[in-house]
């Protein structure tokens, strides 16, 4: 068998062209301020990135940088000051910052309704308790791709490798919300690759390349990749692509599979919170 190639480029263009035709109803561009501490050359790259998309759609590019040796009193101070503004609707801070500073503080004072990344305790606890929020964009963006491949969550089967606060946690909450058995794995987890093939759905979100190989994956089953590294080959992902290819029923490429994905809901995330401010 080979598996169907879930296409992360083609449905961010999807997901992108609805964000475009949602600001355009709005009447005001939405603005978004991503903040940047030090110059990470991955960090840099993404928001450049998410910086141009928003561009593209008519959202206002309202970036602020910060040198590596930012102290945290000045970047809270930075923060208040976007969270009070009112033409700011959307506020992303951009992790990991450099070890000195103290990332929960900080996301503490993002007010929730411009929290486009989902990250702060009150969108965490929002999507915990099932109510409405803004949800991060990652998993936001792996649950896009899950629909529009029809997968059917509901009684399914759904293991997520990892149990970040940016990925696995709230990926598996919004497995759970769609009514999916969760099973939820870490680096304590035993015999990984016994617990990985029993799912239907399969989410990979470790940072280790090459940890989930074919004899991980049910005949079948559908896996997204959301692991990136890279490699002097280019960029590859947390599954064996060509192994587990094979034996998957449909999976995400790395490049061009989840990553687009998440900055197209951050577009989408953008646009919610500009709507409901
Ligand atoms: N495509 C995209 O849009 C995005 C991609 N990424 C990528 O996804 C990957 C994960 O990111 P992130 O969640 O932030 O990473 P973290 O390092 O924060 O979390 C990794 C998780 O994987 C678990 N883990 C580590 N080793 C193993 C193992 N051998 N077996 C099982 N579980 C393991 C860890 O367990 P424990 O908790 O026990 O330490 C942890 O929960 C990275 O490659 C990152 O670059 C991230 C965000 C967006
Ligand atoms: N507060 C915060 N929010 C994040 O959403 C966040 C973060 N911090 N820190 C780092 C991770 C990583 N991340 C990616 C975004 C886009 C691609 C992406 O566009 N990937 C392209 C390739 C881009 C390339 O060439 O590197 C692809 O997979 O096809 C990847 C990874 C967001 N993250």
Do not use: W
């Not at 190639?5 to 991503?34: F, N, Q, S, Y």
């Not at 809270?76 to 450099?98: F, K, M, S, W």
């Not at 969550?153 to 969760?182: C, F, H, I, N, Y």
Request: hydrophobic share 45%; glycine share 10%; net charge neutral.
């Amino acid at each position: 068998m080979t598996a169907a190639i879930l296409d992360g480029r083609l449905l961010a263009e999807k997901v992108v062209a609805r964000a475009t035709g949602d600001i355009a109803a709005l009447g005001r561009a939405p603005g978004l301020a991503t903040v940047l501490v030090g110059d990470d050359p991955a960090s840099a790259l993404y928001v450049r990135n998410k910086r141009r998309q928003c561009v593209a759609v008519g959202i206002r590019d309202l970036h602020r940088r910060f040198d590596a040796d930012v102290t945290q009193d000045e970047l809270a101070e930075a923060i208040r000051a976007l969270g009070d503004d009112p033409g700011v609707t959307g506020i992303l801070l951009q992790l990991p910052l450099p070890p000195h500073l103290d990332a929960d503080a900080l996301l503490a004072l993002i007010p929730p309704d411009k929290d486009v990344d989902g990250l702060t305790e009150t969108s965490a606890g929002r999507l915990a308790l099932g109510r409405p929020g803004l949800r991060p964009c990652t998993p936001l963006g792996v649950l896009e791709l899950l629909d529009a491949h029809g997968a059917t969550l509901s009684g399914a089967e759904a293991v997520v490798v990892g149990r970040s606060s940016l990925v696995g946690k709230p990926m598996a909450q919004l497995l759970l919300g769609r009514d999916a058995t969760v099973t939820v794995c870490h680096s304590r987890t035993r015999d990984l690759a016994a617990v990985c093939r029993r799912a239907d759905v399969l989410v990979v979100a470790a940072g280790i390349r090459g940890l989930v190989a074919a004899d991980a994956v049910k005949p079948g089953a559908t896996v997204i990749d959301v692991g990136i590294h890279r490699t002097p080959g280019g960029l590859r992902g947390d599954v064996d692509f060509p192994a587990v290819s094979a034996v998957a029923g449909a999976i995400t490429p790395v490049p061009g599979g989840v990553g687009p994905m998440t900055i197209a809901m951050l577009l989408a995330n953008t646009v919610t919170a500009a709507r409901t401010l």
